[in-house]
């Protein structure tokens, strides 16, 4: 939902025959990149906090994670979104990294290789 506030595009319509027209996935990629302007809602006019959007993706990166213990709870994204937990880098999800398509992908090796991060530190 966090991804759909910051952009304005709703998450629901994937199509899996090409990876990079489902909008998590774009998403993922952009944050790892450093380029989460480029997700933010156009009708905002680039007229935000860009600290506050970077911290908000890289949360909503770490809530859409395949498996279950690697998401953060509510409370610590509350606490994320309010600056209380520093965010690290989220890696790619597995259930993301599976819609690439082979030979094909939109991820450069450094990207999709990056190890598992602890997703909050104390500030």
Do not use: H
Not at 37 to 55: H, T
Not at 70 to 80: C, K
Not at 100 to 121: A, P
């Amino acid at each position: 939902m966090l991804l759909e506030i910051i952009s304005g595009k709703r998450n629901s319509s994937k199509q899996y025959e090409s990876g990079d027209n489902y909008f998590p996935l774009k998403a993922a990629i952009q944050v790892r990149e450093g380029n989460v302007q480029c997700l933010l809602d156009s009708r905002l006019q680039g007229k935000a906090n860009m600290d506050e959007v970077n911290r908000a993706c890289r949360a909503a990166c770490w809530c859409i994670q395949g498996i279950e213990c690697e998401r953060p709870t509510m409370g610590m994204v509350v606490q994320m979104l309010e600056g209380l937990l520093k965010v690290n880098m989220p890696p790619i999800s597995s259930f993301l990294r599976g819609l690439v398509v082979y030979g094909e992908s939109l991820l450069s090796s450094d990207i999709l290789d990056e190890g598992r991060n602890q997703f909050v530190v104390p500030s």
